[in-house]
């Protein structure tokens, strides 16, 4: 069994900056993505930046230059650097592992933007 714990989530105004962050426990294996959503009320769960074991990443538009998705595969952990945060990244971000076909998922961490 997998499980991915997440971490760093808060209350932060515009312009500030967090880090999340999830550490995977269990049989991994391998080739392997991680990634991070986020579903704002009433919206639909959407990716916000994926990276795979070999380093290579992705980013949804509305984050490109602002967010960065790392991982150190030594630790089965990555990590998303958010700055320049705006009120509409208020959200319940969800960090997710896709392995061998199958994806697991963390319980989530509120992320709020507000003055």
């Known amino acids: 069994q997998v499980q991915l714990v997440e971490s760093g989530g808060g209350l932060v105004q515009p312009g500030g900056s967090l880090r999340l962050s999830c550490a995977a426990s269990?049989?991994?294996?391998?080739?392997?993505?991680m990634d991070w959503h986020r579903q704002a009320p009433g919206k639909q769960r959407e990716l916000v930046a994926g990276?795979?074991?070999?380093?290579?990443?992705t980013y949804a538009n509305s984050v490109k230059g602002r967010f960065t998705i790392s991982r150190d595969n030594a630790k089965n952990t990555v990590y998303l650097q958010m700055n320049s945060l705006k009120p509409e990244d208020t959200a319940v971000y969800y960090c997710?592992?896709?392995?061998?076909?199958?994806?697991?998922w963390g319980q989530g961490t509120q992320v709020t933007v507000s003055s």
């Open positions: 997710r592992l896709y392995m061998l076909g199958k994806s697991t």
């Open positions: 269990g049989s991994i294996f391998g080739i392997n993505t």
């Open positions: 990276i795979t074991t070999g380093g290579s990443t």
